[in-house]
């Protein structure tokens, strides 16, 4: 009965959003008109329902020149706090600022009645992610993380793995990949400088293979961290693309972690920028009944580098199983806008939610103070 009641009011509530939309475009604003904003206002185009009416910089004319180079017309704002203010009737930002930007306006946004795309990673440190969490239980607005790999097939397929039970209890988890030369410097220092990107490394690609793993075994919580960072590469002339790259060079190019999970799970993590290697290895989740080895790629990208094993025993006999490589239908950047606009018009939920990704965070957060402190330091995640 209680099931029921609380499936009835889902309906109520999806219906009712869904007629006070009606058949408009949803309006939509993009806070930061960098690099990655242009990935967003692609796909916003490519969406029948949406008008994208707003962009906001705070780089004088960046947000006018972002507008009038993919041809929208709309009115632009040098703070995501002015586009809110100034747009009362908008339904949903982007928020594609620097890292070190991301809480500050989906909190205000969420605060004001608007819902948020963010873009990974979630923020910089726990205590930004919890304040997010907090503002969206304050407002119950939707707010969903950017990580567009969740919607590739092959990372569906892992979880449906890990799920079938065909692997037994999950216990160990070796993850992570890298570059062998991929520091993001072709549009200048903002990923590369502490003061903009806060975290390197960990949180442009460490985030999303965290969440391939932590998401196949359903995002259990994680207890203890062991971590290290370094930036041997970052800060080497010889390396970098010109010397003053890399005196500004101050974040991670390099991190690992050894990490204690609720469940008995370790998980080993290694990501990278840049090393001396093809790989830091394949991605192994062990179970008690068999193992699956997920290849990975050249360059983390956010699938599979190509046909992953489960390891198991049939009636006795040690038995390698192949799992070819799915094909996703459909470019999963625009599988990642359209699920978040499906959730704004009907009332649902966040495609990715923050409930998840805060324990992303708390890990990444976990291994920036143990790789300062040179122990292993205890997460501590506040009641939201």
Not at 193 to 212: H, Q, R, V
Not at 289 to 296: D, K
Request: net charge negative.
């Amino acid at each position: 009965m209680a099931n029921s009641s609380i499936l009835d009011e889902y309906k109520t509530t999806r219906i009712e959003k869904e007629k006070e939309i009606g058949n408009r475009k949803l309006r939509v604003g993009i806070i930061g008109t960098g690099w990655i904003a242009e990935d967003h206002i692609m796909s916003y185009m490519k969406q029948p329902d949406v008008e994208v009416v707003a962009f906001a910089d705070l780089i004088p004319g960046k947000a006018e020149a972002f507008m009038k180079n993919w041809g929208q017309n709309g009115r632009v704002y040098m703070s995501g706090d002015e586009l809110i203010d100034n747009e009362p009737d908008i339904d949903a930002v982007s928020v594609c600022t620097y890292n070190r930007q991301h809480a500050e306006p989906t909190i205000y946004a969420l605060k004001h009645g608007v819902n948020v795309l963010l873009e990974k990673p979630m923020c910089v440190t726990l205590d930004e992610a919890v304040e997010i969490c907090r503002a969206e239980k304050e407002s119950g607005k939707i707010p969903s993380i950017g990580f567009q790999p969740r919607f590739d097939e092959n990372m569906k397929m892992i979880k449906k793995i890990v799920e079938s039970g065909v692997l037994g209890r999950i216990y160990y988890i070796q993850t992570g990949g890298g570059r062998r030369h991929g520091i993001p410097t072709p549009r200048g220092t903002s990923f590369i400088e502490e003061k903009t990107a806060g975290i390197g490394a960990l949180g442009d690609i460490g985030c999303y293979s965290l969440d391939m793993v932590l998401n196949a075994i359903g995002y259990p919580k994680p207890l203890t961290v062991s971590g290290y960072k370094s930036a041997y590469f970052g800060t080497n002339p010889k390396y970098m693309p010109c010397k003053e790259y890399a005196e500004k060079f101050n974040v991670d190019d390099f991190a690992a972690a050894f990490i204690r999970l609720e469940g008995d799970i370790v998980l080993d993590f290694r990501i990278s920028w840049a090393m001396n290697l093809d790989t830091p290895g394949d991605t192994i989740i062990m179970g008690t009944e068999g193992s699956l080895r997920i290849p990975s790629t050249d360059s983390w990208d956010g699938s599979i580098g190509g046909p992953m094993t489960i390891y198991h025993d049939v009636c006795g006999v040690e038995t390698q199983t192949t799992v070819p490589p799915v094909e996703t239908n459909g470019y999963v950047f625009d599988l990642k806008i359209r699920s978040f606009l499906d959730a704004v018009k009907t009332g649902g939920k966040a495609p990715v939610p923050t409930s998840q990704i805060i324990y992303n965070q708390a890990i990444i957060d976990g291994i920036y103070r143990s790789a300062k402190a040179g122990h292993e330091v205890e997460i501590d995640i506040p009641e939201i």
